[in-house]
């Protein structure tokens, strides 16, 4: 966990950098949720004892979302997308996937977070800010190809690949257990979108993704990285060399959800929400999203989170 720095710090960060809206998600503040379903493959249940992953069709909540703070940004704007995932495990509980379009974080800590942020803050020595960050911070220059990537336009969110910027141990029915970091690649195939997004409507992508839920269902294949044995599994910017990829389930997205965040309803997709057979890695970043969440839920909403957080 971080040392001096506070979940309040970190949001004031975001803001200052212009993200963070009062009354919105401190970061990806525009998105949308949908119903859908995840189904397991065999080989899931080989690697992991999570009731989910046992082969049963379970339901699942999905939001799609722009990375920013600011809940106008238009979806021709380069930057991050989000896609996250609720399953309902078969006594009623939640457990998590949070999933973006950057393969890796952009530090190592949350207090590295909040310098890059510190860097990014607007104005006329935001240059001059940047190349001092990264002059002091060389390994983020062999990032900026995989960051440049994850800010692309797609051509839709159904089009699209997500990636867990975190390590989860998984352990199966045997004790046996490794470390994985999850994907989930389009099965209509990936595509970006050309210069004309920019110029379309400021919602093209939820638009888009509705007329195609009108067709049918979108589905993704969940995909597990297993860590090699020189991967780090506390560095959400450390990519890994570990070449094993094992296919776990398919998560199908149906269509709008109409039920949840009405009233004082409020939906959190937490990473560290993991049930058993999962277990979360030490990674700093990892645990310090349970705390910041916290934190935002309270300034947008008033209400404590309370027992609905995971445990740090």
């Known amino acids: 966990m971080a040392g001096s720095l506070s979940p309040d710090d970190a949001i004031e960060a975001i803001r200052s950098a212009g993200g963070a809206r009062p009354g919105c998600r401190a970061l990806h503040a525009k998105g949308t949720l949908y119903r859908g379903?995840?189904?397991a493959t065999p080989e899931a249940a080989r690697l992991s004892r999570a009731p989910h992953l046992d082969g049963s069709t379970v339901p699942a909540l999905i939001r799609f979302s722009n990375g920013s703070g600011n809940p106008e940004q238009p979806d021709g704007a380069p930057g991050v997308r989000g896609l996250a995932v609720k399953f309902t495990l078969p006594d009623g509980a939640t457990t998590d996937v949070s999933t973006q379009t950057a393969r890796l974080f952009v530090a190592s800590t949350p207090e590295g977070f909040i310098d890059v942020l510190t860097a990014m803050r607007p104005g006329l020595l935001q240059p001059l800010r940047m190349a001092r960050h990264l002059l002091t911070h060389p390994r983020l220059f062999a990032a900026l190809p995989v960051l440049r990537d994850a800010n692309t336009v797609p051509a839709s969110y159904a089009t699209t690949e997500y990636h867990g910027l975190h390590a989860f141990r998984w352990v199966g029915a045997d004790g046996n257990a490794r470390f994985v970091r999850y994907h989930l690649v389009p099965?209509?195939?990936?595509?970006?979108?050309g210069p004309a997004?920019?110029?379309?409507?400021?919602d093209f992508l939820t638009d888009e993704l509705d007329a195609r839920l009108a067709r049918g269902p979108v589905r993704f294949d969940f995909r597990v990285q297993i860590a090699g044995p020189q991967?780090?599994?506390v560095d959400p910017s450390a990519p890994w060399q570990g070449t094993q990829v094992v296919t776990v389930g398919t998560l199908e997205v149906t269509g709008l959800d109409t039920e949840r965040e009405h009233g004082g309803d409020i939906v959190v997709f937490d990473p560290m929400r993991v049930t058993d057979g999962i277990e979360a890695s030490d990674d700093p970043v990892l645990r310090f999203r349970t705390l910041a969440y916290s934190a935002?839920?309270?300034l947008?909403?008033?209400?404590d989170r309370?027992?609905?957080?995971?445990?740090?």
């Open 187 to 193: 099965a209509a195939g990936a595509k970006v979108s």
């Open 306 to 312: 309370g027992a609905q957080a995971p445990p740090v």
């Open 296 to 298: 935002s839920v309270k």
């Open 231 to 233: 991967d780090s599994t």
């Open 300 to 303: 947008r909403t008033g209400v």
């Open 197 to 202: 997004a920019h110029s379309e409507s400021p």
């Open 37 to 39: 379903t995840f189904t």
